[in-house]
């Protein structure tokens, strides 16, 4: 799909890679629909966008809340007259033990990460099909290809969600003359784990944990993210590089786009090796926590 002209919906648009996306579309000739709950971070990105010639709206959305997807589609038509590409991005992740879970705390990420792709597909899509064109986009991530990965399991179970939702749309869709793609992040400096939950192991490095988790966002100095990056062992890439990455992909009709240069062998070596991924896995959470131990013995006393 040509990118100038369109009209795109973003929901998770106040920061991170939603607001990296808004400013790449817009760079691309896109007027922008920008949906978040934090309406500051809006109305910054709506400037922004504005600084680039483009025209730009922002709605303010639950998107665990049908009655504000149905809103948010509603004020996006009266706004701009159509949508044709919408992308599902808003999302959050949870760190801890699963058996320290509550049901409470499933709810919440699946309403966000689920419910949310569920919602925008039910309310957009049949604009779309109307036209005969459209384009969707959800943010899903590597932890939908590779669960194995991913510390946190109820995050991982909503991104295989996202990725099984989209790769059958896709399928089910391109004859109708709608594109999909699922974008699948590793690791990016945002501000995800700023709106996460931690939840405490509760064995006296909850403390650290939590600062580790909520630090590591857009205003982390490169000396904290590189010492985040050795921790986890992974390359950590900035919201910008997958917006192009994005904007690229909804040109080339592309279903799947991958974030950094090891993540299709860590898809592949799943696939045929899901014993040797496990062991893998179970070897590097060791060393992250005997790192964070580590940490724990050096920090200044209180």
């Known amino acids: 799909m040509e990118i100038a002209g369109k009209?795109?919906?973003?929901?998770?648009?106040?920061?991170?890679?939603?607001?990296?996306?808004?400013?790449?579309?817009?760079?691309?000739?896109?007027?922008?629909?920008l949906s978040d709950i934090d309406r500051d971070g809006l109305e910054q990105v709506r400037a922004e966008i504005e600084s680039l010639g483009?025209?730009?709206v922002t709605v303010r959305a639950d998107v665990s809340k049908l009655a504000d997807i149905e809103n948010l589609?509603?004020?996006?038509?009266?706004?701009?007259?159509?949508?044709?590409?919408?992308?599902?991005?808003?999302?959050?992740?949870?760190?801890?033990?699963?058996?320290?879970?509550?049901?409470?705390?499933?709810?919440?990420?699946?309403?966000i990460n689920v419910w949310s792709v569920i919602y925008g597909i039910h309310v957009f899509l049949p604009h779309m099909l109307e036209r005969g064109s459209g384009y969707i986009v959800n943010t899903g991530s590597m932890a939908g290809l590779n669960p194995v990965g991913e510390a946190s399991i109820p995050y991982a179970a909503t991104k295989c969600a996202v990725v099984g939702i989209s790769e059958g749309l896709?399928?089910?869709?391109?004859?109708?003359?709608i594109g999909v793609t699922v974008v699948c992040p590793s690791f990016?400096?945002?501000?995800?784990?700023?709106?996460?939950?931690?939840v405490p192991s509760r064995d006296g490095l909850d403390e650290l944990r939590d600062t580790l988790y909520h630090t590591f966002g857009e205003e982390a100095t490169p000396e904290q993210v590189a010492l985040l990056s050795q921790m986890l062992q992974s390359e950590i890439v900035s919201a910008e590089s997958v917006a192009e990455k994005v904007a690229q992909a909804i040109k080339d009709n592309k279903v799947r786009v991958l974030?950094?240069?090891?993540?299709?062998?860590?898809?592949?070596?799943?696939?045929v090796d899901i014993e040797g991924v496990i062991d893998e896995y179970v070897e590097r959470?060791?060393?992250?926590?005997?790192?964070?131990?580590?940490?724990a013995a050096n920090l200044p006393p209180s």
Do not use: C
């Open 7 to 33: 009209v795109a919906v973003i929901t998770g648009a106040a920061s991170g890679i939603g607001r990296a996306t808004a400013l790449a579309l817009a760079r691309e000739g896109a007027d922008i629909v």
């Open 54 to 56: 483009r025209k730009a």
């Open 73 to 111: 589609f509603a004020a996006s038509i009266a706004a701009m007259g159509r949508v044709d590409i919408l992308m599902n991005n808003a999302g959050v992740h949870m760190m801890g033990p699963i058996e320290n879970i509550t049901l409470a705390d499933w709810e919440w990420i699946v309403g």
């Open 170 to 177: 896709a399928g089910y869709l391109r004859p109708k003359g």
């Open 188 to 198: 990016v400096q945002t501000n995800i784990g700023k709106g996460g939950r931690f």
């Open 259 to 271: 974030t950094h240069s090891d993540s299709q062998e860590s898809v592949t070596r799943r696939a």
């Open 285 to 295: 959470d060791r060393e992250f926590q005997e790192m964070v131990k580590v940490l």
